[in-house]
T-cell receptor, first 113, second 114 residues
Framework: GQNIDQPTEMTATEGAIVQINCTYQTSGFNGLFWYQQHAGEAPTFLSYNVLDGLEEKGRFSSFLSRSKGYSYLLLKELQMKDSASYLCAVRSSFSGGYNKLIFGAGTRLAVHP | SQTIHQWPATLVQPVGSPLSLECTVEGTSNPNLYWYRQAAGRGLQLLFYSVGIGQISSEVPQNLSASRPQDRQFILSSKKLLLSDSGFYLC?????????????FGSGTQLSVL
């Protein structure tokens, strides 16, 4: 089976740094994604990791350790607009070379002044 | 460029009524197509995925069904809605069999079953 765990809620202060962790257990691992979702809206893509290490994209960075089944999303210089849910998603390969993306429950981040 | 259209944006339906949500993708061929549901305050649950016309895989047993009558059209249906079918429904697509490709989501349908 597949299991993805991330904290339910986090709070942080504007201008600070926050790290959102994600652990997973899956077969046929073929990449890990982070999405941002504001309330009532569709998720938007933030980052993708398939190899171990850190991927940096502006204020957002994502790290992956495949041996540990672990990833984190790092948000720097937090802004009020970063208040949203952050979804960790694992892509698994299955027979025929097709992939599907399974999401964690998401972490609701509240940024306050 | 590729676009995904999903409608309606909101829907209020009585228990026992039928449901049809439609999703179309433009600007690409042979996409993988997905239906997800998100209950209030919860994560995204994969309901159905399709790798081609007429090919539907169901992830969880439920009161819903999906069909793909055309390459870029994906329909979510129910004959009789239940209260538990309420939620935010998202259609998504990804390029077929491409490494590193993310999901692109439609704008979602907020379904309330009363």
């Amino acid at each position: 089976g597949q299991n993805i765990d991330q904290p339910t809620e986090m709070t942080a202060t504007e201008g600070a740094i926050v790290q959102i962790n994600c652990t997973y257990q899956t077969s046929g691992f073929n990449g890990l994604f982070w999405y941002q979702q504001h309330a009532g809206e569709a998720p938007t893509f933030l980052s993708y990791n398939v190899l171990d290490g850190l991927e940096e994209k502006g204020r957002f960075s994502s790290f992956l350790s495949r041996s540990k089944g672990y990833s984190y999303l790092l948000l720097k210089e937090l802004q009020m607009k970063d208040s949203a849910s952050y979804l960790c998603a694992v892509r698994s390969s299955f027979s025929g070379g097709y992939n599907k993306l399974i999401f964690g429950a998401g972490t609701r981040l509240a940024v306050h002044p | 460029s590729q676009t995904i259209h999903q409608w309606p944006a909101t829907l209020v339906q009585p228990v026992g009524s039928p449901l049809s949500l439609e999703c179309t993708v433009e600007g690409t061929s042979n996409p993988n197509l997905y239906w997800y549901r998100q209950a209030a305050g919860r994560g995204l649950q994969l309901l159905f995925y399709s790798v081609g016309i007429g090919q539907i895989s169901s992830e969880v047993p439920q009161n819903l069904s999906a069909s793909r009558p055309q390459d870029r059209q994906f329909i979510l249906s129910s004959k009789k809605l239940l209260l538990s079918d309420s939620g935010f429904y998202l259609c998504a697509w990804s390029p077929w069999n491409r490494e590193g490709e993310k999901l692109f989501f439609g704008s979602g349908t907020q379904l309330s079953v009363l």
